[in-house]
């Protein structure tokens, strides 16, 4: 039980992190459009 709650908050950390790249990639495009 405690090991599926840790790989379900590591994933949400993952797909956390891999938002906050694909913000920033958008931010440097949009930053680039300016």
């Known amino acids: 039980m ?3 709650q840790f790989i379900r ?3 949400m950390k ?3 992190d891999r ?3 694909e913000n920033l990639e958008v ?3 949009s930053m680039r459009i300016f």
């Open 2 to 4: 405690m090991r599926k």
């Open 14 to 16: 993952n797909s956390f």
């Open 27 to 29: 931010l440097q495009h």
């Open 9 to 11: 908050k590591d994933f």
């Open 19 to 21: 938002l906050a790249e």
